[in-house]
């Protein structure tokens, strides 16, 4: 069998790789094409995945012609969220998309989606496509995806999208400007899919008031499973961090993206907090998207701290869990890792306005005020830091949130992709009562 992958970004690859990795160790084949910044061809996951048997990655523009590219890209600008939110280029995109509609605009999406089919499936008519969550927000104009979803389909190939992240937020409310509690549309665009698959029932939540039960896979997290977490410990990069001998309390410190509210004049006052108390180091990491848009970490008074850093872009956060003693998250996933290496994560609720999904299940972790921060940071200094999580609690979490369906997860994922496309295939060849080679010899 054969998939075509299509990732955007930093998550996507995160979380998608060990998809395409158990895909490919099952004896199918794969095409991988990299949507977002040219750069991530470099990334170490993405060069794994180079080496696996009956997997090609590429970039988007190696795979079209340059100006096939080109096109794809100035409409995808034009349709942008981040470029509408400048004030003078935004008006000038919004005026040319006007001019510039959806049915002049479906030439080259059709265009590109049918190379790109065709390049990864030829006449065969068995094969899947797989994004990941793609919402209104996404950089990736819907209207693409949709063409290609709607293409592939009629070729009998199936649809499915695959989880780019986790949960981290228990509440509703937890961006800017959100003051109602009610179904988000922005995720009603799953409804392109034949498939959408969820780690576990907190995801499952954003998408359900928008697609039938059928429509909803929950198959726990593919990022977060043992299998996957013991081949990463393999492949992850080691930072300088790592391999330097240190006797100080370390701390890391991860950000929230700019789009939800962070309360930061008191995450101001905890890293002071922090740095004025003897034998401790921080590091504080910004999220991998959007971080550069917060001032915090740009702040000339933070750097004046001699015992404070921020992690450059290009240091993962798996390489800084592993160095650190102790972590501080503003409502993240990527911290699930270090809990199931019981590694205590503090879950810093009262720094945003949402609700962690890690306090709601262990409330043992949770940071009320600025009295919970002194007092347990000073308690693994002085008493180490074994013992932090009440197990049950712990493996509750991990058995709901990480391992929904059992701990054997990422064969669940491989299966759901095959029998989607047993299901598409046999879907077209019932339609017409022959298969698509015998409609087109």
């Known amino acids: 069998m054969k998939a075509l992958f299509f990732?955007?970004?930093?998550?996507?690859?995160?979380?998608?790789?060990?998809?395409?990795?158990?895909?490919?160790?099952?004896?199918?084949?794969?095409?991988?094409?990299?949507?977002?910044?040219?750069?991530?061809?470099?990334d170490y996951r993405i060069r794994f995945l180079g080496t696996l048997n009956h997997v090609?990655?590429?970039?988007?523009?190696?795979?079209?012609f340059p100006h096939e590219f080109l096109l794809w890209k100035l409409q995808a600008f034009l349709l942008a969220k981040g470029v509408r939110r400048i004030f003078l280029l935004g008006r000038l995109a919004e005026k040319l998309a006007r001019k510039y509609d959806a049915g002049k605009r479906a030439?080259?999406?059709?265009?590109?989606?049918?190379?790109?089919?065709?390049?990864?499936?030829?006449?065969?008519?068995?094969?899947?496509?797989?994004?990941?969550?793609?919402?209104?927000?996404?950089?990736?104009?819907?209207?693409?995806?949709?063409?290609?979803?709607?293409?592939?389909q009629e070729r009998g190939h199936g649809a499915v999208s695959l989880p780019h992240g986790d949960s981290p937020?228990?509440?509703?409310?937890?961006?800017?400007?959100?003051?109602?509690?009610?179904?988000?549309?922005?995720?009603?665009?799953?409804?392109?899919?034949?498939?959408?698959?969820?780690?576990?029932?907190?995801?499952?939540?954003?998408?359900?008031?928008?697609?039938?039960?059928?429509?909803?896979?929950?198959?726990?997290?593919?990022?977060?499973?043992?299998?996957?977490?013991?081949?990463?410990?393999?492949?992850?990069?080691?930072?300088?961090?790592?391999?330097?001998?240190?006797?100080?309390?370390?701390?890391?410190?991860?950000?929230?993206?700019s789009e939800f509210t962070t309360f930061w004049e008191e995450v101001s006052e905890?890293?002071?907090?922090?740095?004025?108390?003897?034998?401790?180091?921080?590091?504080?990491?910004?999220?991998?998207?959007?971080?550069?848009?917060?001032?915090?970490?740009?702040s000339a008074s933070l750097r004046e701290l001699p015992n404070v850093s921020v992690a450059a872009d290009n240091v993962h956060s798996i390489p800084l869990m592993n160095w650190a003693d102790v972590i501080i998250d503003l409502a993240t996933s990527v911290v699930f890792e270090a809990i199931k290496a019981k590694k205590p994560v503090l879950a810093a609720d009262y720094l945003h306005a949402g609700r962690s999904a890690m306090a709601h299940y262990m409330p043992e972790t949770e940071l009320k005020c600025r009295d919970d921060v002194y007092l347990l940071i000073n308690k693994f200094l002085s008493e180490g830091c074994d013992n932090f999580y009440v197990e049950?609690?712990?493996?509750?979490?991990?058995?709901?949130?990480?391992?929904?369906?059992?701990?054997?997860?990422?064969?669940?994922?491989?299966?759901?992709?095959?029998?989607?496309?047993?299901?598409?295939?046999?879907g077209k060849t019932g339609a017409s009562g022959k298969t698509t080679d015998e409609q087109q010899g």
């Open 7 to 42: 990732l955007r970004h930093y998550n996507d690859i995160d979380h998608i790789t060990p998809v395409v990795t158990k895909w490919s160790e099952s004896g199918h084949s794969a095409d991988v094409v990299l949507l977002g910044p040219p750069k991530f061809l470099a």
């Open 56 to 64: 090609r990655v590429a970039h988007l523009r190696s795979v079209l």
């Open 107 to 152: 030439a080259i999406w059709q265009k590109t989606a049918r190379r790109l089919l065709d390049r990864a499936f030829g006449n065969t008519g068995e094969g899947v496509v797989v994004f990941d969550w793609i919402t209104k927000g996404s950089p990736i104009p819907i209207e693409w995806v949709e063409t290609i979803i709607s293409m592939a």
């Open 169 to 257: 937020h228990a509440n509703r409310l937890i961006r800017h400007r959100e003051w109602v509690v009610k179904p988000d549309t922005l995720y009603a665009d799953a409804r392109i899919f034949d498939k959408l698959v969820v780690p576990n029932e907190l995801c499952a939540t954003r998408f359900r008031p928008f697609l039938n039960s059928q429509a909803i896979a929950v198959l726990g997290s593919p990022r977060y499973c043992d299998e996957w977490l013991e081949r990463l410990a393999k492949l992850s990069p080691v930072s300088g961090h790592q391999t330097r001998p240190d006797t100080r309390l370390k701390i890391v410190m991860f950000l929230r993206k």
């Open 270 to 298: 905890i890293t002071g907090l922090i740095a004025a108390l003897p034998g401790v180091e921080l590091i504080i990491k910004p999220h991998t998207r959007g971080g550069w848009r917060q001032s915090f970490t740009r």
């Open 392 to 426: 049950e609690n712990r493996q509750r979490f991990i058995n709901e949130m990480l391992h929904a369906g059992g701990a054997d997860v990422l064969p669940r994922y491989v299966a759901l992709l095959e029998n989607e496309t047993r299901r598409a295939k046999a």
